[in-house]
């Protein structure tokens, strides 16, 4: 059985050449040819394609509670004789920082700004869930 590949050409709307798709060892020979070193292999590191769907129910879940928890907070301390005007600010801070992060949808496009969301956030939740008495 024949593994090589036909070598295809990619064009742009214009039928301008962007890249070539072509056979390894073909692209080798190439390579030897013009007396060029192989570049060096590059390891991919294979996703489940779940990941997308995981991460982002995670880190949605994450900032929503953030919100939650702030709001509720907020409106708790607010209903108290002499609020503390500390916790208050912290509250509102926490709360405006979460929904801004919720309004980007970049923030949920890529699965490493996901994963630094989770990271970064997951122990703040965690901590401020914490402080309820």
């Known amino acids: 059985m024949d593994k090589s590949m036909e ?3 990619i064009t742009d709307a214009n039928g301008e050449p962007l890249r070539v798709i ?9 390579l030897e040819e013009l ?3 192989l570049p060096a ?4 590191e294979e996703r489940n394609p779940l990941d997308w769907y995981s991460l982002t129910e995670s880190a949605k879940s994450i900032v929503n509670g953030l919100v939650a928890l702030a709001s509720r907070e907020h409106m708790k301390e607010m209903d108290k004789p002499q609020p503390n005007q500390d916790r208050i600010k ?5 709360r405006d920082e979460a929904l801004a992060i919720n309004r980007d949808p970049e923030n949920f496009m890529s699965l490493p700004r996901m994963e630094e969301i989770i990271a970064k956030y997951s122990p ?3 901590a401020e869930k914490k402080k309820i008495p």
């Open 7 to 9: 070598t295809q050409i």
């Open 22 to 30: 072509m056979d390894y060892q073909e692209y080798a020979k190439i």
């Open 35 to 37: 007396k060029r070193p």
């Open 41 to 44: 292999p590059v390891k991919v």
């Open 90 to 94: 912290e509250l509102v801070s926490l």
């Open 124 to 126: 703040i939740l965690l």
